[in-house]
């Protein structure tokens, strides 16, 4: 698998979907998919493991899509500075190792959508172009909070089990 998308990257792909079908667990270890100047949309899924690196550069990445994978690594601001042009961020099912809490900030974000039971952690979310919210969470607490000003919203779904 690691050498499929790695043959990819260095031919300038824009969308790499790289799925997990096998009952055993893919360790992504390497940093490679998160350093590409022309990588627009990223999903990871399946059973695996995502380690983030240190140094993330993705800056034409306008789709970022997480689904039933562990992600290792902060979820912050230099995250999301490292993705300037990130319009669509989507986390389903997902488990967050080591986080004790998530900051989504992203100058260019429109979508976000979060969906799974194993978000127990604060969420802090910085968007001044956010257009569409969708969380479904399953927790008996949701610690969100939003900061800056939210004038472009017009769809907001909260789903909370």
Same mark, same amino acid.
């Given at each position: 698998?690691?050498?499929?998308?790695?043959?990819?990257?260095?031919?300038?792909?824009?969308?790499?979907?790289?799925?997990?079908?096998?009952?055993?667990?893919?360790?992504?270890?390497?940093?490679?998919?998160?350093?590409?100047?022309? $990588?627009?949309?990223?999903?990871?899924? @399946?059973? #695996?493991?995502?380690? +983030?690196?240190?140094? &993330?550069?993705?800056? *034409? /990445?306008?789709?970022?899509?997480?689904?039933?994978?562990?992600?290792?690594?902060?979820?912050?601001?230099?995250?999301?500075?490292?993705?300037?042009?990130?319009?669509?961020?989507?986390?389903?099912?997902?488990? $967050?190792?080591?986080?004790?809490?998530? @900051?989504? #900030?992203?100058?260019? +974000?429109?979508?976000? &959508?979060?969906?799974? *039971? /194993?978000?127990?952690?604060?969420?802090?979310?910085?968007?001044?172009?956010?257009?569409?919210?969708?969380?479904?969470?399953?927790?008996?607490?949701?610690?969100?909070?939003?900061?800056?000003?939210?004038?472009? $919203?017009?769809?907001?779904?909260?789903?909370?089990?």
């Amino acid at each position: 698998m690691c050498g499929s998308y790695m043959h990819a990257l260095r031919h300038n792909v824009e969308a790499i979907d790289i799925r997990n079908w096998s009952w055993s667990v893919a360790d992504l270890t390497t940093p490679h998919i998160f350093i590409s100047e022309a $990588l627009k949309v990223l999903k990871v899924q @399946t059973f #695996s493991i995502i380690h +983030l690196p240190s140094s &993330i550069c993705l800056p *034409s /990445l306008r789709i970022l899509h997480f689904e039933s994978v562990t992600i290792n690594g902060h979820i912050d601001k230099a995250f999301f500075s490292a993705m300037p042009s990130l319009k669509t961020f989507i986390v389903e099912n997902c488990r $967050l190792s080591k986080h004790e809490s998530i @900051t989504i #900030s992203a100058c260019q +974000l429109e979508t976000l &959508i979060i969906t799974g *039971s /194993l978000f127990r952690m604060p969420i802090t979310i910085f968007s001044g172009r956010l257009k569409s919210l969708d969380i479904e969470v399953a927790v008996a607490k949701l610690n969100l909070k939003f900061k800056g000003k939210f004038s472009y $919203l017009s769809d907001a779904k909260f789903d909370i089990l």
